[in-house]
């Protein structure tokens, strides 16, 4: 029997080297970690109860780590290797997101680990977004563009090997494994020689700054690394003091005692230098790459989602425009008197179904010598414990405005055409996992272990 190196513990090597690169290639994301590092750290010191819910997760281990990416792709043939390519890091696509509402023409998944003892080893995810070029209605810049993209190669050949050959064995030994780390850090590298002249880039620019963003390089350059903070709030407001200009408003819920799902602000890189291949020097430029901070809460229920989604979609209609600089103020107020309807209260959210969780054997229940039979009956007697799971994915409304704020405001296109979740599945290669399916597997899961812990017959 050949030894693997697991590849939850490929993921791991994997997000420290990319994170690693992306610290050398963009000095402000440094700087975020650091400011990110600071504030979690004084709100595990001041806040006992945050500090404890997170020993029990298991999440304090795992908070210093925690990162996501994104990348955007042009073709399905690019889609379906990075979809083996993840897999040999155990990632699988989670969730389809499709942001042609918003205006931005891509569909997405994110791929991460599924199973929470994966999860725990690193909680590493990257959405992934699929350039739909068949929204463009420029037939002859749509033919340039699939022309670009049919030319490059965005694997190296050793990692198409080592793919081959994981999926052939079965795994990778600690050679192959670490090789695999170094080869697969390139696709995601960032380059500065552009593929086109400048004045084609113009042309794909003038099209969506995405269709540029994408077409006209030589591979799917990472466009952020996310760090994950325990209060986004006094990050937001200790951001310009680091010279880091953060977005007008923080995407998702407001500021709660229990956060849910997920909470997302950004910053604007700066320009960079590119050379097109009509120029000698780095003479062009190219706004890519760019800081995300997020916070990350409860994971919601179909229930609590869609209440979420419910109270979000008030707000913002109450406000009648895109939440911008101007109307933030505004915005805030909307958000809180809205989401006022939603309990801020753990023992709710689970009565009233709202949000999924895990469940924990306390040591009163570990000696009780009688039990009660039903789970909420545990819990009134304190031999159960729970924490809601935390979220793991993404949100389409949160994900376009992270686009748009980096996108500029003008890129605010519309497109015709829905969603077409077949045709992503089969650019994929496969059908992309149900997250809500997941969680309440997970919870499904804990319920089972707490019933075999107190030799009860089942909890579920
Ligand atoms: C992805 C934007 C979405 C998030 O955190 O919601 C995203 C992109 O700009 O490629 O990363
Ligand atoms: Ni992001």
Redesign the pocket.
């Known amino acids: 029997m050949p030894s693997f190196v697991s590849p939850d513990e490929i993921r791991a090597r994997f997000s420290r080297a990319m994170s690693d690169m992306y610290k050398q290639e963009v000095p402000l994301y440094g700087a975020l970690l650091e400011l990110v590092g600071e504030v979690n750290q004084s709100v595990m010191a001041q806040q006992p109860d945050i500090a404890r819910a997170l020993q029990w997760t298991g999440e304090a281990q795992r908070l210093d780590m925690e990162r ?5 792709v042009g073709t399905a043939a690019e889609l379906g290797t990075l979809a083996r390519l993840f897999a040999v890091m155990g990632m699988q696509p989670v969730g389809y997101y499709d942001l042609t509402p918003a205006g931005v023409p ?1 569909h ?1 998944t994110a791929f991460r680990a599924v199973h929470e003892q994966s999860l725990q080893v690193s909680p590493f995810r990257v ?1 992934t ?1 699929l350039l739909r070029l068949e929204l463009i209605d420029n037939a002859a810049l749509r033919e340039l563009a699939e022309e670009l993209l049919a030319q490059r190669q965005i694997f190296t050949p050793r990692a198409l090997h080592l793919i081959e050959q994981c999926e052939r064995d079965g795994g990778l030994n600690e050679t192959d494994a670490q090789d695999f780390v170094t080869q697969a850090l390139e696709t995601f590298r960032w380059h500065h020689d552009a593929t086109v002249s400048s004045a084609q880039y113009q042309r794909l620019h003038d099209q969506h700054r995405l269709v540029a963003d994408v077409v006209a390089f030589k591979g799917p350059h990472i ?2 690394l ?1 760090p994950r903070t325990l209060d986004i709030d006094a990050v937001q407001a200790a951001m310009p003091g680091r010279g880091i200009t953060p977005k007008a408003v923080i ?1 998702g819920p407001p500021t709660r005692k229990h956060p849910i799902l ?1 909470r ?1 602000t ?1 910053f604007k890189a700066l320009q960079e230098e590119v050379a097109f291949t009509d120029q000698h020097a780095a003479s062009g430029s190219h706004t890519a790459r ?1 800081g ?1 901070v ?1 916070q990350r809460g409860a994971a919601l229920t179909p229930k609590g989602r869609e209440l979420y989604d419910r109270l979000l979609n008030t707000a913002r209609d109450a406000l009648a425009s895109f939440p911008s600089e101007s109307n933030a103020g505004e915005y805030l107020r909307q958000l809180g008197e809205h989401f006022a309807e939603f309990p801020d209260d753990l023992a709710q959210m689970r009565e009233q179904g709202l949000a999924y969780f895990r469940y924990f054997v306390t040591e009163k229940g570990v000696a009780a010598s009688e039990l009660p039979a039903t789970l909420q009956g545990l819990i009134d007697a304190g031999h159960l414990h729970f924490q809601p799971l935390v979220y793991e994915d ?2 389409p409304v ?6 748009q704020s ?2 500029g405001d003008d890129a605010q296109s519309h497109y015709a055409g829905g969603s077409t979740q077949d045709s992503f599945h089969q650019a994929l290669g496969r059908e992309v996992l149900d997250e809500l399916e997941l969680y309440a597997q997970t919870q499904q899961r804990s319920l089972h272990d707490c019933a075999a812990q107190l030799g009860l017959p089942s909890l579920a």
Do not use: P
Request: a negative charge; aromatic letters at 14%.
């Open positions: 996501h990416g994104a990348i955007r891509v997405s959405f977004s466009n952020h996310t995407e997920l997302q950004s760019f995300e997020e993404f949100l949160s994900a376009a405005g992270i686009f980096n996108l």
